[in-house]
């Protein structure tokens, strides 16, 4: 079932850096944001004051590498990129009796870059943190959605 909050009201900011320096890079991105009832009475409670299910407080993300070429050869170049996300404190119910603690997980990238096509290595969730995606409850029973382990990913990426 699905209930109308009445009011909400939101605010945040959001901030980017990017830098580049040759053939390295670095972004790092950072969002705030606090989302609150503002009437919301379902009949049994009244939820006003209390935090906005699912919107994380703060989201967190960045990334750095580097693309060294080569001057011969079959390889043109070498992409090296780590990689990082996080987010939270998430609050999963309108009571904010369940919440997610701020978490983060770390990424890695490796690709040989060649005529037309790039062959590469990923790691995902290398830290094998464990967090909630997503959570509902349904006919008085609570589901809940959790991260999935660290995973490596070999692939190739064509350009036509």
Known sequence: MMTNAGKSRSFGAELSLSARIRQFYTDIDYGYTNARFVVFNDGHRDYAGNRIPYAPEHTLSGRAGAEIPFASGPVRSLRL????????????NEDNTLTQPFYAELGAYIGLVLDGYTLYVRGENLTITQYGLFYFKSMGNEFFQTSRPARIRLGITINL
Request: charged share 25%; glycine share 16%.
């Open 81 to 92: 990129q780590v990689e990082g996300k996080a987010a939270g404190r998430i609050w999963w």
